[in-house]
Every structure is written in C-alpha cells, then in structure tokens.
C-alpha cells in the first residue's frame, strides 16, 4: 500500500510531461526542460521516462512530431513536405524524409497521396498508451436512443464541412440543442482502409421528436440497444485511431467477447467550441455479442 501515493505521484508528474510535450511541439523539449517540468534530475528523468512510457524520452518526441507532421500532410493540401519538416523540428526536409521513411515505410508525398493508417498506427504503439487503454475498459447495456443524422460521404478530411452544416440545422430546427442533448458520430467504414470517396461518417445529436422537414439533408434513424465495450478517448478526435486499434488487437482477442455487426460509434463529450480539441473527451463504443 506503501508504494501508492508513490506510483499516483509519478504518474501524475509524468502525464504533465507528456501535455507539456503535446503543447509545445515546437518548442525546446530537450531533456533539460522536460526534466524541469518533471521536477526530477536530469539523469532519473531519462530513465524513469523510458521506465514510464515505454520508449527514451528523444524517441517519443519524434514520434508525436512525425504524427502531427502526418496529420497535417494528409489533411492540409497546403501543407509542403518543407512546412511539415520545420514544424517537426527537422533542420532539412531531406532529414525529414529520412525520419518520416523509417518510421512508416514511405515517403511523406507517398503519405500524403494515399495515407496509410494501420501502419501510422502501429508505429504509434507506445506501451504506456496500449497499457492505460486495456485498464481503461468497461462493458455496458447501452440503451437505444433516437438520433438526427446527416451522413457525410466522400473523404474524411471534409468531414468537418458536414459536421459545421449539422451545427446550422441544429441551431435553425433548435430540436437537438447542445448544451442538453448527446452528440454522435458513426463512421460506417474504416477511413484508413476504404477509399476516400466511398467514406460514410454520420454526425448525430440527440431527438426526442421526429425530425422537421429540412433543406440540410437531416434525417431521424437509431441507434440499437446493446452491450459494448466503452474505451475514453481524451485528445483531438484526428488521432481516435490511436484508441481503437488497440481494443481489436489487443482487448478483443483476450476477452473472449465477439463483435455485433453494428458499426462503432462515438459519443462526443466536450462537443463544446470554446475547449480545445487536445482536451476533448470521446467515449468510443464497440458493440458487442
């Protein structure tokens, strides 16, 4: 029992290391700095780093650099291999190149051209992360519930553009307002293996009256009743894959559960503009048998 307060203390040091390095990306995050945030010696914090999360402290920093240089290339068509190089920290984009082509098998304009997200997921992999996910497991009766859609088809990239045409009907029809009704998302496909125009993501809120006549394409359907198994993602809805990967290939197979066939779906619980996407919390929900 001894060891408790001890263990929640480091845990806690170490998660503000981790936002500390999600904050400031481009930033000094040499391990000076990051061991100063720590409140440990330099020469502790190097060990208890890669103790922690499970890889040296200049290994994940490249790491979170590259994701968020594979993000904004996938998503920004502006977005140069020299802007993604500079914003990851990289004096060159040839040494970019080199990092990005190590850690995910091609090159940042082949990734941009065809983003391939199981392997970006793999890469990211960190033991720490896969460890808080399995513990962070519950199975639940989820009860059904009555949702407006509009179904976004096309790439994922342009689902924000459907998601703020949701946002006008909610606010015109006043028939799911989001300060009191659940939001939803349903991806009726894996976006990291179905071609972008063949993508179909539902965006959802909560009725409890049949959807009005409307100009926007809204339209009532359900949500089943069933058992799933919840997985909280907390952080930027882009990196989601990050938090379900791990309930297929690690939680499922040991869990001697079996999948429904119902799609996954998502309940966003910060659907708020004024908190800021790297604090969103989203309950991920896999039905279940």
């Not at 920290?89 to 990005?100: D, L, Q, T, V, Y």
């Not at 119902?262 to 503009?273: D, E, K, R, T």
Request: aromatic fraction near 12%; include cysteine.
């Amino acid at each position: 029992m001894s060891d408790m307060p001890i263990h929640f203390a480091y845990t806690k040091r170490f998660n503000a290391v981790l936002a500390y390095i999600d904050a400031n990306l481009e930033g000094d995050l040499s391990v000076k700095t990051l061991s100063h945030v720590a409140n440990f010696s330099a020469f502790h914090f190097h060990r208890q780093f890669t103790a922690f999360v499970g890889v040296p402290v200049s290994r994940y920093v490249q790491l979170m650099r590259l994701r968020r240089a594979a993000h904004r290339l996938a998503a920004l068509a502006d977005h140069s291999v020299l802007d993604a190089a500079l914003g990851a920290g990289f004096e060159s984009p040839e040494a970019f190149c080199r990092a990005f082509r190590r850690a995910f098998g091609m090159t940042p304009s082949a990734f941009r051209k065809e983003p391939n997200w199981q392997v970006w997921s793999a890469v990211f992999a960190i033991p720490h992360f896969s460890r808080t996910i399995i513990m962070q497991v519950r199975i639940v009766d989820f009860p059904e519930v009555k949702v407006a859609a509009l179904e976004h088809c096309g790439p994922g990239g342009l689902v924000n553009e459907s998601v703020r045409t949701f946002i006008k009907w909610r606010m015109q029809s006043g028939q799911s307002p989001v300060a009191s009704s659940r939001t939803f998302g349903i991806p009726y496909n894996n976006p990291d293996t179905t071609p972008p125009q063949a993508f179909r993501f539902a965006i959802c809120g909560e009725i409890h009256e049949a959807v009005a006549p409307n100009e926007f394409g809204v339209h009532e359907i359900v949500i089943p009743a069933g058992r799933c198994v919840v997985v909280r993602h907390v952080g930027s809805p882009d990196h989601i894959g990050e938090t379900i990967y791990p309930i297929y290939r690690d939680w499922l197979p040991a869990s001697g559960e079996e999948l429904r066939d119902q799609p996954l779906f998502f309940h966003y619980l910060s659907a708020y503009p004024e908190i800021p996407q790297d604090q969103w919390q989203t309950d991920v929900y896999v039905p279940l048998q």
